[in-house]
């Protein structure tokens, strides 16, 4: 009991007069998990209530519950008691039986832990538990976060006894001659961690008998070594990525200068952050936006949820795809007009030449009127877009303006324009075409105020 102890206090797992729910079935694991519980009961004023699962898959079960709820009553423990027909909602959703069980379990846990506004959940994983998923997840594929296998507390679940191992679990119980429920199942070796606990460990253990332990203490070390891993992490992201929205901007000149292990964590969180999850993510996600830092400026590519990475300029810039959207075109008329697309107030005057010099300012430009061949309107860039540069007539294409001036690919089509057709009057922050400007022969003025607005 020092020994749960000891664990306890050094993860902060139990405060005083914690109310905490806990997962019981009445097997050996969660049996001795209650008892040690019962014993802290009065030093910690503990309120306690168990929750059993009947997962309708034995033809012992209506007798395990039966155990369970005389074993809680006896001890005065409040008994909740939910049955669901797991094969039936494994099929339903898709899951293996295993994942099925486990997510129903929890997510009866966490009802009734709101129901009763009770602190925490208590399961009852052990050492062994920890070995099995740290070789589990090796077998499906994981990373660094998950080798640290199972952790003492987190999302308010608490783990006591990962301190123990199961044949000490098994030793307690023999001491105190106490009786539990034997799930059959678990000696099922169709279900993956049965395979690994009764072929795999027995295998391993003929290379070293304390396979179990060497496993588990690997599992804590990395636990350990994520919290440092986090605090540098969280320094190289907060070096070289800006949050702009829903979108990552990431320094590419920054994050080069980072350890590779930080370079490719900083771009996994930037996904994961635009993704709203790490699910599907995978290493060679990360090393493809590796890839594409060394691309051509305007490179892209596609990922899972889609996101869509950009090689802009000296950024690499993560976001969802913008689904194509009806251009936006307005004609342009005298007086006061919202451009809702743009977010701003266009004021349009047109009035007659006089000799007086015009004063233009960044957002405020006049123009030969009659010089228009259609309508004025506002909307946003088309692929044949051009303006004349100068008095010679010479003509630029707008696309290669953008590149020139280094506006980013996912900003073009956010830049308002005043056209006649595909001739750019006004970049409207930015140049004119030398075509319209007001000169000595200008009888007409059409004189432009932009005044941008929070939509």
Known sequence: MDKIKNYIKRHNLINKEDKIVIGFSGGPDSLYLMLVLL???QEFSLSL???YINHQLLVEASR???FARRFCEEHGVPFYCYRKDIASYAAKERLSIEEAGRKFRYATFYHVLEKLHYDSIAVA????DLAETVLYRMARGTGWKGMAGIRPKQNRILRPLLCMTKEEILKELMKR???YNVDPSNEDTVYARNQI???????????NGQVTEHIADLAEQMEELGVYLTDQIQGAWSSCVICDGDKRRICMESCRKLPVFLQKEVLKRALAEVAGSERDLKRIHVEQLLKLMEAQSGREMDFPYQIRAVRQYDELVIGKREEPREEASIRLQEGSQWIGFAGGWMKVEI???KDEEFSEKMYTKTFDYDKIRNHAVVRTWQQDDYFVMNDKGQRKKLNRYFIDQKIPKDQRKKIPLVADEDHIIWIIGGRISGEYKVTDATKWVLQLTWTRMEE
């Open 39 to 41: 014993e802290l009961r």
């Open 49 to 51: 209530a168990a929750v």
């Open 197 to 207: 606990r009764h072929k795999v460990i027995p295998e391993l253990s003929r290379v």
């Open 125 to 128: 994983h052990h050492r062994n």
């Open 64 to 66: 395990h519950e039966a």
């Open 177 to 179: 001659q106490q009786t």
């Open 351 to 353: 009035f007659p030449k």
